[in-house]
């Protein structure tokens, strides 16, 4: 898996942001959907306080954060949705670490670029 955000051009939804009694909505601009990378369409949702725009990858594309919650979610993390991508990457690394001390606590032998979750799946059943 890619750890890194990419810079290839992917299909972003761009919504604005309006207030609508007292609640934020998210309504499709005209342009609908733009063509930018990730690390743009993070930059621009950051300053959303600003630009009242927000990006979302449309569908059918895979953007980092979701490659890492799925990553996550696979291995029994629980992590909640708004999490940011950074926070995401430091909680996977701190597990795998958890599960490389109990690998070697259990006397585990495998090899060094073995998989989180084969990793874990020898632990347990090693147990």
Request: proline share 1%.
């Amino acid at each position: 898996m890619n750890q890194t955000t990419d810079n290839q051009p992917k299909k972003y939804l761009e919504f604005e942001l309006i207030k609508i009694r007292g609640k934020e909505e998210k309504h499709l601009t005209e342009r609908g959907s733009v063509s930018i990378d990730d690390r743009t369409a993070m930059i621009m949702n950051k300053q959303s306080n600003k630009t009242k725009l927000i990006y979302e990858l449309e569908s059918g594309e895979d953007s980092e954060k979701d490659l890492l919650l799925s990553e996550a979610k696979n291995l029994g993390i629980k992590t909640n949705t708004t999490i940011g991508v950074d926070k995401l990457k430091a909680k996977l690394s701190e597990f795998r670490d958890s599960l490389l001390l109990e690998a070697i606590d259990l006397e585990i032998a495998h090899e060094d670029d073995i998989s989180t979750i084969d990793l874990q799946n020898k632990i347990n059943e090693a147990k």
